[in-house]
């Protein structure tokens, strides 16, 4: 038997396993347990945590782990449901994120939890239409690291008791809403081009000397 399909499992499915596996846990749970138990796919899980997260129905607890909100907790109880759809709330140029790029998507995450990990990034970012999201977002995280966008931090953070470790970025600037992106030049190598500034943006460990007029 085929494993069920992202739409076929709803996001109260979702939630009710987060708030049963944090009263287990109080650590909370993990994507890998969502998607286990539910029989998705890692993406998929990714992208009904994110819906949760979106509309205060689940929090991060640590990196990597997921608990509910006291919302979260009350929704069940009452025997609420979530409509689906986007949120009533939402802004219009939220609700035709899917029909934008992953890259896009992680740059406006970015402004909302400054300090990130991957994993974390690609919770509130990724959908179930991103082919390779996680080499995307560490491509992408890389480029904006090497233009000075980016700060890799010293420690390390944990994914849960025992756990492995994954590396922990800081925004330090947020230019606008456009993500920034590489492009090729005609009179050099690529570079960041930031539409925001309408400006290209120079790699820190760029040659001094390359691209400076003759």
């Known amino acids: 038997m085929s494993a069920p399909c992202e739409t076929d499992v709803r996001q109260m499915d979702v939630l009710k396993l987060v708030i049963e596996g944090t009263d287990c846990d109080s650590y909370g749970v993990t994507r890998d347990l969502v998607a286990q138990e539910l029989g998705l796919r890692g993406c998929d899980a990714n992208h009904k945590l994110g ?24 929704l069940l109880a009452s025997g609420g449901t979530i409509p689906s759809g986007p949120m009533p709330d939402a802004p219009l140029k939220d609700r035709q994120m899917s029909n934008q790029s992953l890259r896009a998507r992680l740059w406006r995450a970015m402004k909302r939890k400054p300090r990130f990990t991957i994993p974390e ?28 966008y980016l700060t890799e931090l010293p420690r390390r953070e944990k994914r849960g008791r025992g756990g492995s470790s994954v590396k922990v970025f800081w925004l330090r ?42």
């Open 51 to 74: 819906q949760l997260i979106r509309r205060g129905l689940i929090c991060v607890a640590s990196v990597g782990r997921y608990r509910p909100t006291e919302s979260g907790r009350e």
């Open 121 to 148: 990034i690609l919770t509130l970012a990724s959908n179930d239409t991103d082919g390779k999201p996680e080499d995307n977002a560490r491509t992408y995280v890389r480029e904006l690291k090497r233009a000075g």
């Open 173 to 214: 600037e947020h230019t606008g809403p456009e993500h920034p992106r590489v492009r090729k030049r005609q009179d050099g190598p690529p570079r960041l081009y930031d539409p925001n500034k309408r400006d290209w943006v120079r790699w820190i460990d760029e040659d001094p000397d390359v691209g400076a007029p003759s």
